[in-house]
């Protein structure tokens, strides 16, 4: 890999880098613990960022690509119809620590939302954000971010890589306005290049994930499904999902208003409904699988690549605990 | 962009024709759709119905089925809604020259091949023999019956009503579907399927039955959609094909046939 690497001669990397960032006129955004979790969050103090988790609840699509981005303003004024665009907020953001796979599910956004569709809003968030990501040392029963690829952050994604390896904190670039950082911490060119120590989150072997694409029809499904709720939590925790709906929102006078742009979730009824009422996807069965579909098979023909990095917050967070891995594993297992 | 409702066509009970003027020049190819957008009340994809080329005026008929429809159906001859597009992959006509053309389509179905239908119309040599299938619920319910006269002096048409409710009818009763046993088969003839979910599947069923390759069937699909950049997700078939980027039509062997409906 030809990364440059630098060995880091402060004291406290996360400080000075928060101290650089905000010189730089940055927001900065890093993970914080609130209760039992950790969430991604603005952070006014550097002292607040914690980076002993494993998952953070929200993932950096939450700022880029928001729940919810009011697009346009209609009006009806004396000439006739108007549409004003409504630009979005782009006050520049720092990811400060996020995981390598949450770095990687950016870079799928990128891909998505970027190339494939080029969405402006997307766009002006990302080109002005600044991506620090912090190696990972943690995980839980959920992850499984080796199976999927996603334990090193892919060139692209990031701007800074920061490994901890043998007593040294070392940090990598990613792109010149990275280095344009670095520059400013007390740092030493490094000819060793860190270990990037295996986590053990390799649950499913990249062959069994490769079989998926011929089981749509798997009865196997059918009994997995069962248990799910159709919540869409997995969806929208999902650091790549990017599925949306639109919604007017009239004034009262009804003259004027502005249409929105809200995340949604395949897995809900609503999801497929076309005019008069018909719904394509009926059965709990169908919305269930296509999600595992779209990430794990449909993006691999389209894209080459999973839209699925690993973090395991689908799992984590579904209330009928449904696990991803567990639930691939099976439908392989029963055909095979 | 903006563009103004310049006359409104009662096509049947529940189907309006809009003759919408654009803000600006549109290109599109047969099949293709736009969005429109009636401020307040949401947006929704429809079929351009209007002889494909470059212009500035395009019909869009709409059957009165849900929230934006029912807005779509209120609108009154200057009145403005907004228009997105046009979108999608429409007709291969390369594929479908120097072929018979054998076109079946059912309710509102006729409105996603009258593009399809005017270009054959207005180039008529470049294909072979063209028939149009086309059925109705009941004879009020046909629709475009101005330009069915016209087209059929370029093409053999073929109609039914599912029933007659009352007055005269010389066509078939019964599904549109029962027409297909009047086509012949020829050997490289191609089938262009349009309608509702059951009409398709029943059509594509009896064509593959009768020994038709799925290579010579093609349908355009209905699907609900957001945003016509293969991006909302809504859409999505489940092999992974936008029939907003990938479609609307689409060769039957490029669709599992769960999605033929």
């Known amino acids: 890999m030809d990364v440059e690497w630098y060995v880091y001669r402060g004291n406290n990397i996360v400080e000075e880098l928060f101290g650089v960032l905000k010189e730089l006129g ?31 609840v929200n993932s950096p699509k939450h700022f880029l690509y928001t729940m919810e981005e009011p697009l346009f303003r209609w009006r009806r004024t004396s000439s006739g119809l108007i549409f004003e665009e409504i630009a979005p907020a782009t006050k520049p953001c720092a990811f400060l620590g996020i995981k390598p796979c949450d770095a990687n599910a950016i870079s799928l956004l990128d891909e998505v939302l970027g190339t494939w569709c080029r969405d402006p809003y997307y766009l002006a968030r990302r080109s002005s954000s600044f991506v620090i990501v912090y190696d990972c040392r943690h995980k839980d029963q959920y992850c499984f971010c080796e199976s999927v690829g996603h334990r090193q952050p892919a060139k692209g994604s990031y701007d800074l890589w920061v490994v901890e390896d043998g007593g040294e904190v070392y940090i990598g670039i990613g792109t010149n306005r990275g280095f344009s950082v670095v520059r400013k911490l007390r740092v030493e060119r490094s ?20 079989k998926l694409g011929e089981l749509y029809e798997a009865d196997a499904w059918e009994d997995l499904s069962s248990r799910c709720l159709l919540c869409g939590g997995c969806t929208s925790s999902c650091p790549t999902c990017t599925c949306f709906d639109m919604r007017d929102e009239p004034e009262p006078d009804l003259e004027q208003g502005v249409r929105f742009r809200t995340w949604t979730s395949c897995v809900l009824r609503s999801f497929t409904m076309v005019a008069g009422g018909r719904v394509v996807r009926k059965s709990r069965e169908e919305r269930f699988k296509f999600r595992y579909f779209h990430k794990l098979v449909f993006s691999r023909t389209r894209f080459g690549r999973y839209l699925c990095v690993g973090c395991g917050r689908c799992s984590a967070q579904c209330p009928a605990g449904i696990d991803m891995v567990e639930v691939v594993s099976k439908v392989v297992g029963s055909n095979s | ?20 003027g654009l803000e600006k020049e549109i290109e599109f190819t047969p099949g293709q759709f736009v969005m429109v957008s009636v401020p307040g ?11 494909p080329g470059r212009c500035r005026r395009i019909e869009v008929s709409v059957r009165r089925v849900g929230d934006v429809t029912a807005a779509i159906h209120r609108l009154r001859r200057g009145d403005e809604v907004g228009v997105r597009g046009p979108f999608g992959r429409g007709f291969p006509i390369k594929e479908l020259e120097n072929r018979d053309i054998v076109v079946v389509a059912g309710g ?53 009503v599912d029933r007659v ?14 027409l297909l046993d009047k086509i012949e088969r ?36 209905e699907r609900h959609m957001k945003c016509g950049l293969g991006v909302c997700g809504r859409c999505m078939l489940s092999n992974g ?11 039957c062997d490029e669709i599992p046939e769960r999605e033929i409906e």
Not at chain 1, 191 to 210: F, K, S
Not at chain 2, 165 to 178: K, L, M, P, S
Not at chain 2, 242 to 247: A, E, K, L, N, T
């Open chain 1, 26 to 56: 940055y927001t900065v955004i890093a993970p914080v613990k609130r209760g039992d979790v950790h969430v991604l969050a603005v952070v006014k103090d550097p002292s607040s960022i914690d980076l002993n988790f494993v998952r953070t």
């Open chain 1, 191 to 210: 000819a060793r290049v860190p270990v990037i120590r295996r986590l053990g989150t390799d649950r499913i072997p990249r062959n069994l994930l490769e």
């Open chain 2, 1 to 20: 962009m903006r563009s103004v409702v310049e006359e409104v066509i009662e096509e049947s009970p529940d189907v309006r024709t809009l003759v919408l």
């Open chain 2, 41 to 51: 009340y949401g947006e929704a994809p429809f079929a351009i119905a209007s002889p």
């Open chain 2, 108 to 160: 509102t179905g006729l409105l996603g091949v009258s593009s399809l239908l005017w270009y054959m119309h207005m180039n008529r040599g470049v294909f072979g023999e063209v028939y149009l299938l086309y059925g109705a619920r009941t004879p009020r319910d046909l629709l475009k019956r101005r330009h069915l006269e016209e087209w059929s002096r370029s093409m053999k048409l073929l109609l039914s």
């Open chain 2, 165 to 178: 409710d009352g007055g005269e009818w010389r066509g078939h009763v019964g599904f549109v579907t029962d």
């Open chain 2, 186 to 221: 020829a050997r490289d003839e191609v089938y262009i399927l349009c309608g509702p979910p059951m009409m398709m599947k029943v059509a594509y069923r009896k064509l593959v039955g009768r020994g038709v390759p799925p290579n010579h069937i093609y349908v355009s699909l």
């Open chain 2, 241 to 251: 094909l936008y029939v907003c980027r990938d479609g609307p039509v689409f060769r």
